[in-house]
């Protein structure tokens, strides 16, 4: 068996550097015009991306063969490394499928503008961060700014699996079910559909807050970086740090003051300081959008579709959005309270324990809550697998859970509404359930795949 793979795996080098060589001499010779003659664009799909696609499928096909081939995949990485291979295999499969992405353009829009001098148009509602990265992208034109963002998002959903695995590893999942929890989460999940169809920078973003808490302690200045940096992506990770300030780091906090202030220079330095003005503009005109949307689930959308039929103003549905965040406030913190005086979730340190309800609050205090931002409460659902007992506790969960990731419905009244009310069942969950032991749940699944493995 060895030596087969060993062939397979030779074979795949030398037609992998076959085509290669191919591809050089028939550019030398011939030009775009001479590959042309080898590359067929089908009406329904878009050319960079079925190259991409192909491209991971099969440099993913040789890393496999290569580990086969060197006995590298052994009991103890077999069920990580076959999940892993399953989910990129399927999703860079239902990635090629489509022909038309969607918020790339906004990215394209802000960076095109910082290119050419101009403010940011108001359609961007980030830190100026993101645009001012991606102006030096803007000369690759449309599909080659569009196919540098997909290919980063890939790289961003492998990191996402092996960091969800970890995370749920450090909170006390064993190995092997950790591995089983990423994969359903990941293969049945409409946020994170969306968010790779829209090329959204989510996955980044997710992926730079796991590696914060997944590093910390023992890394502390890597962590204060990884957190900085997503905030100045998107923001909202910022109610995270209250997590942090739970653990009296100083040390933490002071190496996060500093990057996020260093990170925050550069689109001083390449487009001035005007641009956190801009920001802080966009931002406001968000907060006054009259009109509703069942693809943004926020408070502020729900209020302002009830608007008409209940003869509210649109200055009073502002203002009760305003309470609702503010009780989301007051019910995040105490249940934050609860879990870490109860350490519901970790027993290692407080940060672990409060940042659960925080991904709640993060993610539906925001003026703007779009589809895929789901994603970002992952571990909030995910973790209360280890705190529920009770029949009814697991019926609310799976209600919450199937609102939140199972149902693709957004364009009907009131399925689009679900994912507002999925996070608040979970936050109530963990108000609940914190002082429960660990959940049954956990021992039998474990014992389950224990038999499986053995």
């Known amino acids: 068996m060895k030596q087969s793979l060993q062939t397979a795996f030779k074979t795949w080098l030398g037609l992998t550097l076959l085509v290669i060589a191919s591809l050089v001499v028939i550019y030398l010779r011939n030009g775009m015009t001479g590959l042309e003659l080898f590359i067929q664009s089908w009406p329904l799909s878009n050319l960079a991306v ?13 890393v496999l063969l290569s580990l086969l081939a060197n006995q590298k995949i052994h009991k103890g990485n077999l069920w990580l490394t076959a999940g892993f291979f399953l989910v990129m295999f399927i999703y860079l499969g239902i990635l090629r499928e489509r022909f038309r992405y969607g918020d790339y353009h906004y990215y394209l829009d802000a960076a095109a503008a910082l290119a050419k001098g101009q403010p940011l148009p108001d359609s961007y509602l980030y830190l100026p961060l993101w645009a001012s990265l991606l102006q030096f992208l803007v000369p690759l034109g449309d599909q080659g700014f569009m196919i540098i963002l997909w290919i980063v998002n890939v790289l961003a959903l492998a990191a996402l699996y092996f960091l969800l695995v970890t995370v749920l590893q450090r909170y006390g999942f064993s190995g092997r079910l950790a591995v089983v929890i990423t ?39 890597l962590s204060a970086l990884a957190l900085a940096f997503a905030v100045h992506v998107k923001t909202s990770p910022a109610v995270l740090v209250l997590a942090f300030l739970l653990e009296f780091n100083w040390r933490w906090l002071f190496w996060f003051a500093v990057s996020f202030l260093a990170i925050g220079l550069f689109p001083v330095v390449t487009n001035g300081v005007s641009l956190y003005q801009q920001f802080l503009t966009n931002t406001f005109l968000l907060t006054q959008i009259p009109d509703t949307n069942f693809h943004e689930t926020s408070f502020d959308s729900f209020l302002r579709f009830l608007n008409p039929f209940l003869g509210i103003q649109i200055a009073q549905t502002r203002l009760i959005a305003l309470a609702a965040k503010a009780l989301l406030l007051f019910a995040s913190l105490a249940v934050m309270a609860q879990s870490v005086s109860s350490q519901s979730f970790n027993k290692e340190n407080r940060l672990l324990n409060a940042v659960p309800p925080l991904f709640v609050l993060m993610t539906l205090a925001s003026p703007i809550v779009w589809d895929h931002h789901g994603l970002f409460t992952a571990l909030a659902f995910l973790l209360m697998l280890k705190r529920i007992h009770s029949p009814s506790a697991w019926v609310w969960f799976g209600f919450a859970y199937f609102l939140e990731f199972v149902l693709p419905s957004f364009d009907f009244f009131p399925w689009s509404y679900g994912r507002l009310i999925a996070p608040l069942i979970v936050l109530w969950l963990m108000w609940r359930t914190a002082k429960n032991d660990e959940s049954p749940f956990i021992a039998s699944a474990n014992g389950w795949l224990a038999k499986i493995a053995s």
Do not use: C
Not at 50 to 59: E, R
């Open 183 to 221: 994969i359903l989460f990941l293969l049945i999940n409409t946020p994170l559909m969306r968010t790779l169809g829209f090329i959204q920078v989510n996955l980044l973003t997710l992926d730079l807050i796991l590696l914060s808490l997944v590093i910390y302690p023992k890394q502390e200045f």
């Open 50 to 62: 079925t190259l991409a696609s192909t491209a991971f499928v099969w440099v993913l096909t040789g």
